[in-house]
């Protein structure tokens, strides 16, 4: 294993407060599909809301990442600016069961309401003086208003009138227009009084529409691009421009489209020439010599002051700029993805695909009082270049174990003072889904649900259970096994000798799968976290304690609507307090009453302790550190694609592995914005570097 050369830094403390707080923003992109775009013309700021469930708040010249907020674990599929203040309304659905309306205050990161709703709605929009939202469904009764401060539902109409797909609302939020295809009609609504004022006739089965001003939509019809009177319902102007899938409009009767031709999608400008010279129709003008090819078949486009932002699949954002220059790209990830960690007294072990870093410091110590006044980091390279766990066993050994989906699973026992591999072990035929150590032994879940148990000292198997449906284990005094699994069993816990193999099915709460479970051997009680289904069909995550030998009369501790199979449980060796990530969110339990941990701006996945700190590697791939007795959010550390490292600390200020002089990717906001590039000097530590 080849080892790097020991980075030695001496600082005044990182992770201790300054007089003021800053929010640094890491300039990375989306973790997976950019799913929906606004632009606010008066601020010149993108928004893109993604799969990984973050709103992002972006400038241009240069393109930058001002704000990231975790908004949830539900991908952001749409998203509506509120005209008049720093508000957005955004729907989040898993594209299944769980749909949600929420309005979230952006400059504060504050959530000013929730709504749940039947589906993903087909129109959605913010009143002009920011009154209220309105969306609108699948239904007679289609469109639904939520007050925009209380997001109580207010009845504007006293009428349901089919299903609409598109609507506009006055500056004066007196009227209402809607379109309902599937009689091609436009009805204009009293907002005042509730009372219908007219119908005008269109064409029937319009998509895509879009607003182009008080008076004019553009959307398709067929495969031509139209743009529709409101007031007469006419058709102004058409052109042919086949499989276009979705647009966007701007000043001066601007039209991006959006089109899936043959083998790739194009973008294409266009600007409307109202009727005049006598003429009652308009004109559909091309603005570019030929349509612009774009990477992927992106999912969103915003047309904005300073060119047409795209919506990609790989997380970043596209950027045409004039009429015919290429499209360029901004918004990559930047993040090199931890996987696992292992905390021993003074360091902190990370694993990326590639590497191992060692952060070695006096703050990583069990000693309340530990200040990172010393940091020493050594980078070692990862032996199965891709993802892996990590283990530190009760002899101080560690074992990295290979945890791709889809390759073989492999061990190798390391000595990190020489960077070399002590022993492997490759006798696994299927990926592995977890290792764990307990009195000298490996204990392996293989993903079909098999067991190995293999000696620590010699890498010898000891014992195999072959068996499949398996989903979760844990080690139990005696060499016994707890497993959770999904409808193999008589019972979805199940207890399995080590040496003999006897299973014994134990009494449960009727749980469709166990997928997390650990055990406290200090009082013998056994967490778990599973799915239940209610009467109607719901399904709930809840997380459970029990007696180890009374696992039927086991307490719901949490629950959480709806599905989070990614939420792990961990217990505090000393204390017995039990932590977990239930709901995406971090909480302790110290036997009497939960307590909420600070957020970390991110999904927690994965959790591990050091003593007085606690670890939690997010979805993101970034890794959160807080304070155990206080709750409190001590900081972040990022490992970037480029080798490079960078912690921040909760109060703005922040250490980084780049040189002097090199700009970090961070934007720093303070209560007056973002701050300037000598502001963010005075928060960035310059170490002093020893040979």
Not at 114 to 129: C, M, N, R, T
Not at 186 to 215: C, H, I, M
Not at 271 to 276: A, H, L, R, S, T
Request: some cysteine; aromatic content about 8%.
């Amino acid at each position: 294993m080849k080892r790097f050369i020991p980075l030695v830094i001496l600082v005044t403390s990182p992770l201790l407060m300054c007089a003021e707080s800053y929010e640094q923003t890491l300039d990375s992109g989306h973790i997976g599909p950019v799913l929906s775009l606004a632009w606010d013309r008066e601020r010149g700021l993108l928004f893109s809301g993604g799969q990984d469930g973050t709103l992002r708040v972006w400038q241009n010249r240069p393109f930058r990442l001002l704000r990231k907020i975790q908004v949830s674990d539900l991908p952001v599929r749409r998203m509506e600016l509120n005209p008049r203040r720093p508000e957005i309304a955004l729907v989040l659905s898993d594209g299944n069961n769980r749909h949600v309306l929420r309005v979230l205050d952006w400059k504060r990161a504050k959530t000013k309401f929730s709504a749940d709703l039947p589906q993903v709605p087909l129109a959605l929009e913010f009143s002009p003086l920011g009154s209220f939202v309105v969306v609108g469904k699948t239904d007679w009764n289609s469109l639904t208003f939520f007050d925009a401060d209380t997001g109580g539902r207010i009845t504007p109409l006293r009428e349901g009138f089919g299903i609409v797909s598109f609507l506009l609302i006055s500056a004066s939020e007196n009227t209402l227009v809607s379109y309902t295809p599937s009689s091609g009609s436009f009805t204009y609504w009293d907002l005042k009084s509730g009372e219908r004022k007219q119908t005008v006739r269109s064409s029937p089965e319009l998509r895509n529409l879009r607003a182009l001003s008080s008076r004019h939509a553009a959307g398709t019809l067929g495969e031509d691009l139209v743009v529709v009177d409101l007031v007469t319902g006419s058709v102004l102007a058409s052109s042919r421009e086949e499989g276009v899938y979705d647009l966007s409009v701007g000043p001066q009767g601007r039209i991006a489209t959006m089109a899936a031709q043959r083998d790739r999608t194009v973008l294409q400008s266009w600007v409307f020439e109202g009727p005049g010279n006598g003429s009652l129709r308009g004109g559909l003008l091309r603005r570019a010599s030929s349509p612009r090819p774009v990477p992927g078949e992106p999912a969103d486009l915003v047309l904005a002051d300073d060119g047409v932002y795209t919506a990609l699949r790989d997380g970043s954002i596209g950027l045409a700029e004039g009429e015919d220059l290429p499209i360029r790209i901004g918004g990559r990830n930047r993040l090199d993805r931890v996987t696992d960690l292992a905390a021993e007294e003074g360091v902190l072990r990370l694993v990326t695909p590639e590497r191992i870093l060692s952060f070695a410091s006096d703050f990583f110590t069990s000693d309340d009082d530990g200040d990172a006044t010393k940091l020493t980091v050594t980078a070692a390279e990862n032996p199965f270049r891709a993802s892996a766990g990590i283990l530190r066993g009760a002899r101080g050994d560690y074992f990295l174990w290979l945890r791709e989906p889809d390759r073989p699973g492999r061990i190798v026992r390391i000595d990190f003072a020489s960077g070399l591999v002590l022993s492997r072990f490759d006798s696994f035929s299927l990926p592995l889904s977890a290792v764990l150590e307990s009195e000298g032994f490996l204990y392996c879940l293989e993903r079909n649900g098999s067991i190995k148990k293999i000696e620590t000292s010699g890498m010898g198997v000891s014992f195999e259970y072959p068996a499949w449906g398996i989903h979760t284990m844990v080690p139990l005094e005696n060499r016994n096994i707890l497993a959770g699994s999904a409808g193999v069993f008589s019972s979805p816990l199940v207890s399995i000798n080590a040496t003999t193999g006897e299973t014994v099915s134990l009494d449960a709460p009727p749980l469709q799968l166990v997928f997390a479970v650990d055990y406290d051997p200090r009082d013998r009680q056994v967490y778990f976290a599973g799915l239940e289904t209610d009467a109607d069909g719901g399904t709930a995550t809840k997380l459970y304690r029990a007696d180890r030998n009374r696992t039927g009369n086991a307490t719901v501790l949490a629950s959480h609507p709806g599905l989070d199979i990614d939420a792990d449980i961990h217990i505090d060796p000393v204390s017995s307090d039990v932590y977990t990530t239930l709901g995406n969110t971090l909480r302790g339990w110290n036997g009497a009453r939960w307590r909420s941990f600070d957020s970390g701006n991110g999904i927690p996945l994965l959790l591990r302790d050091l003593g007085r700190l606690l670890f939690g590697i997010n979805a993101d791939g970034s890794v959160s550190v807080w304070e155990k007795k206080s709750g409190r959010l001590s900081g972040t550390i990022y490992v970037l694609q480029d080798g490079n490292w960078v912690v921040v600390a909760r109060d703005g200020r922040y250490l980084a592995s780049h040189g002097e002089g090199v700009k970090v990717p961070l934007t720093a906001l303070g209560e007056e914005g973002a701050l300037s590039e000598e502001e963010e000097a005075g928060l960035r530590l310059f170490p002093e570097v020893q040979p």
